[in-house]
């Protein structure tokens, strides 16, 4: 089996790379290198640099590569980014996917897989989130996750294709500290950054009505989204009728002020207190996985908890940015 791994270069997409590839896997690359870097590929692993919006790049790509599936992990996935520029997010999610999805009907390949988000539920109103939660996006990025699964079921139904979309909760961490930059600002690299400049952390609001007032989410390790991808990729290859829609996630909430008492800890800021700011417009109180679907159907669990999250993170981190004073 010949995988292309979209976005193979980036942070996600390398550990998905990465663990395809240990496991045997054959791994073709495509990523327009917009934010990927090729230096995080293993080697022999080849680079198809090109757009999933050039169909003609695609279909050049599956043919020359013999490619049988598909790890559609390329995407723009900035939250407030999407909403000053909806176009460029529905065209380069949903567009990109369509072309991509075009390409792939075109020349056969039987299996799919899809990068979704837990932005596809919104504001969720339940203590854990399962597949079956309404999904009412909040964003035109959720938004384009959410027409991005619809897109793949019905291709994957009226083409002949097993497919999965795999919504991700929040991702954090690294294997190796050369794959550990996110590209975004979220909570972890966020404190970093603000503990390297000598300031406290910010915390977005402590009146939520949760047990310690700030937000909670799951987090979860890269790596084990990574290994997740390899077991939906192992039950399409088995199974061509599998239409897959499953959270990624530990099941696990963690509080904002409990995330930064670890990123303090872990950095050796023990006595540094958070500052309270005002609540971010957009965040949900409460997002949590429920993480029982992908356990039964896959039989795959997540392995690494919240300190190795965060201890993986900042070596990645201090290897870009050697330190405050140098
Ligand atoms: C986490 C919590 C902040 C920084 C986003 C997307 C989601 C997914 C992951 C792609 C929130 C708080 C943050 C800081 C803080 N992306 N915070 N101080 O918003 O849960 O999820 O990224 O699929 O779709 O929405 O992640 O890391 O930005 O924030 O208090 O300095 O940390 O308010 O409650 P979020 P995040």
């Known amino acids: 089996m010949t995988w292309m791994i979209t976005g193979g270069a980036g942070y996600i997409g ?10 045997g896997e054959r791994v073709v690359v495509l990523d327009d290198l ?24 695609v279909a050049r790509v599956l043919r020359d590569h013999a490619v049988d599936g598909i790890v559609h992990v390329a995407g723009k996935k900035q939250v407030g980014e999407s909403v000053e520029r909806p176009l460029h997010y529905y065209r380069e999610n949903v567009t990109g996917l369509q072309t991509l999805l075009e390409a792939a009907a075109d ?72 794959l550990g930059d996110p590209g975004v600002s979220n909570l972890v690299p966020m404190v970093f950054e ?15 009505a949760t047990p310690d007032g700030t937000c909670v989410r799951d987090y979860i390790h890269v790596e084990d989204i990574a290994s997740a991808h390899l077991a939906a990729a192992g039950r399409l290859a088995e199974d061509p009728a599998a239409e897959l829609v499953l959270n990624i996630g530990r099941g696990e909430g963690v509080s904002v002020a409990e995330m930064i008492r670890l990123i303090c800890e872990v950095t050796g800021h023990v006595d540094t207190e958070p500052e309270i700011a005002p609540r971010r417009p957009g965040d949900p109180a409460r997002v949590v996985a429920s993480a029982d679907l992908i356990r039964r159907e896959l039989g795959w669990t997540a392995r690494h908890d919240v300190r190795r999250m965060v201890e993986s993170a900042w070596q990645g981190w201090r290897l870009r940015h050697p330190g405050p004073r140098g």
Do not use: I, Q
């Open 34 to 57: 917009s934010t990927g870097d090729p230096a995080r590929l293993p080697a022999g692993v080849p680079l198809e640099r090109g757009s999933v919006l050039d169909g003609e790049l």
């Open 194 to 208: 603000r503990l390297d400049r000598g300031e406290r952390p910010l915390v977005f609001g402590d009146d939520y």
């Open 107 to 178: 020349a056969g390949v039987r299996r799919f897989l899809f990068s979704s988000s837990a932005a596809v539920y919104g504001m969720p109103d339940v203590d854990l989130v399962t597949e079956s939660t309404e999904c009412l996006p909040m964003s035109p990025y959720g938004e384009t996750k959410r027409a991005g699964e619809w897109l793949v079921r019905a291709t994957g139904r009226a083409h002949g294709m097993a497919t999965a979309s795999l919504r991700y909760f929040n991702v954090a961490g690294a294997v190796s500290p050369e």
């Open 14 to 23: 390398s550990h998905v790379v990465k663990a395809m590839a240990d496991a």
